[in-house]
């Protein structure tokens, strides 16, 4: 068995088991006519729903949207993390006075802001995005925070020794310390962007996205609609995930291979 | 997407302090700072209300049960939808850490499902559903569920294999196995799985019932926005915001004190 299992076909084979067994048996619930299937899209219907919106061109206008979105509030949020958390890392008076004001707002969860946001900004495209630079913002800001305070003491010595002017120090010692902390919250800020951008969209409804239809398919009872938007959304995750990996391993590319 | 548990460095020694009131200085000075805008009448109050104002509309929420009834509902669902999933994560995560066959089998499946954010299994779960009680402990129950999975896989497959051989050799049972050499083992990892589910549980919830709900946290706030009362939305983020903090706080007291042999 162990012997099989160690071989790549085998195992392919097994781990399709089960999503085969999960279609087979939605397929057999939506066809049988059980009072589960006025829910239930038969899989002709999510692949004909697949075919509508790709042939339309919607889903990708949603794509673009969304993944506009996502990374406009990520670029805006997190550039403002960086920088916040490198001021409030270099300046321990400014740190003083708004780390705690910080840390008391970052309690909340940043769904939690969205009543609030619709409140002051309406619920429009604007107030998406504000949303999405919240959720980028404070990783963002809390990773930076902590790489740039915690430089080893030995680096800065060295610095001294050579008479560094404050960019210097900045730039040649403070910088790359800091970049795998910093790369940590740029990839969580990422992570908290995308998942920002569908929750805003599912709850405001605002503009274009994969969020919004999935929003309008609940309302109109459009499984298969729902389902194929879930399906690209869950391939978008995994692309975002790919690409910081692998940005991560080039930037980092001088450490040693532990971290 | 979420996969990554999030390591929270405090921001500031200022909050580590040696005086007992240091915890009380964030929350304090955010109040302060919150209060002096308003008082300084740049906000009309239709925009900004002090928090004197929101700490007496919580007063008389209190004081009719409404609020108690919202953060009731909202905790019920989570105890409750929680319960439900960290028992199926921590069977799952155990079951395809111990065997192969599982882990070929499923990991596939689990891994396609983790890559989908909770909050786009929102719209299935209704249909499916509806948007009644079942639904949002059914989301909840979701959103424990992966993390904990993970976490436990984690835990059990990082330990020594040589401690396996050593139950081999004393020929322990599987109870035993179980109780004196898996549990004591994985309980570090597992427990902070837990704690990360057990967060994002409450923001999955809070959007659940921003989007359907009759009653909770959610729901109050998403009521005072549409009446425009910025009063209740503004006692709702600070109560959903205290609520998130409590059980991070909560669950590391019991991860501290769980673990605390280790380092003795």
């Known amino acids: 068995m162990n012997a099989l299992l160690s071989r790549r076909a085998p195992r392919l084979a097994l781990g399709l088991i089960a999503p085969a067994l999960l279609l087979a048996g939605w397929q057999w619930l939506a066809t049988s006519g059980g009072a589960s299937a006025v829910a239930l899209a038969p899989l002709g219907s999510v692949a004909a729903a697949f075919v509508e919106l790709v042939g339309n061109g919607t889903i990708f206008g949603d794509i673009v949207a969304t993944l506009t979105r996502a990374f406009t509030g990520f670029a805006i949020g997190a550039g403002l993390g960086v920088a916040t958390g490198t001021a409030t890392a270099v300046w321990p008076l400014l740190n003083r006075v708004i780390a705690p004001l910080l840390n008391a707002l970052r309690q909340v969860p940043m769904i939690g802001w969205l ?22 913002f404070f990783p963002a800001m809390l990773n930076t925070h902590a790489g740039i305070a915690n430089v ?55 503009g274009g996205g994969l969020g919004v239809t999935l929003q309008t398919a ?36 001088w450490q040693p291979a532990s971290i | 997407m979420a996969s990554r548990p999030l390591p929270l460095p405090a921001p500031a020694a200022a909050t580590a302090g040696r005086s007992p009131f240091a915890p009380l200085a ?56 929680f319960a439900i999933g960290a028992l199926a994560g921590l069977a799952f995560g155990a079951a395809i850490a111990l065997s192969r066959l599982a882990e070929a ?9 983790w890559q989908v954010p909770v909050i786009a299994f929102i719209p299935t779960m209704v249909l499916f559903l509806g948007i009644n009680e079942p639904f949002k402990i059914a989301i909840v129950a979701v959103a424990a569920f992966f993390p904990i999975a993970l976490a436990t896989f984690d835990a059990v497959r990082g330990v020594p294999r040589a401690w396996f051989e050593v139950a081999r050799v004393y020929r322990t049972r599987l109870p035993d196995l179980v109780r004196r050499i898996l549990i004591p083992a994985t309980v570090p990892a597992v427990l902070t799985g837990l704690r990360i589910a057990l967060t994002r549980a ?55 004190r769980a673990t605390k042999w280790r380092t003795a």
């Open chain 2, 26 to 81: 964030a929350p304090l000075s955010l109040l302060a700072v919150w209060q002096l805008a308003c008082m300084s009448g740049l906000f009309p109050p239709q925009v900004l209300v002090p928090p004197s104002e929101v700490a007496r509309t919580l007063w008389l929420m209190a004081g009719s049960g409404e609020l108690e009834r919202h953060i009731g509902d909202s905790l019920y669902r989570l105890a409750f939808g």
């Open chain 2, 105 to 113: 089998a499923f990991s596939p499946l689990f891994l396609t499902l």
């Open chain 1, 152 to 206: 080893e003491q030995r680096y800065l010595d060295v610095g001294e020794v050579f008479r560094f002017t404050t960019g210097q120090r900045f730039r040649r010692i403070l910088l790359p310390a800091a970049m795998p902390l910093i790369l940590t919250g740029l990839t969580q800020a990422l992570a908290f962007a995308w998942i920002g951008t569908l929750a805003s969209e599912l709850l405001m409804g605002a």
């Open chain 1, 218 to 253: 609940q309302v109109q009872q459009r499984l298969d609609v729902i389902l194929v938007t879930v399906a690209i959304t869950a391939i978008l995750g995994f692309a975002i995930n790919q690409i910081i990996a692998r940005v991560r391993r080039e930037v980092l590319r």
């Open chain 1, 115 to 136: 009543p609030l946001i619709g409140l002051w900004f309406g619920t429009g495209e604007g107030s998406e995005l504000i949303v999405v630079c919240l959720g980028a």
């Open chain 2, 202 to 256: 409450w923001i999955v919830l809070v959007a659940a019932e921003l989007l359907a709900a009759d009653s909770g946290i959610g729901q109050m706030m998403e009521m005072g926005r549409q009446l425009f009362q910025l009063d209740v939305v503004l006692a709702g983020v600070v109560v959903s915001g205290l609520i998130g903090f409590l059980l991070d706080r909560g669950a590391r007291e019991i991860e501290r």
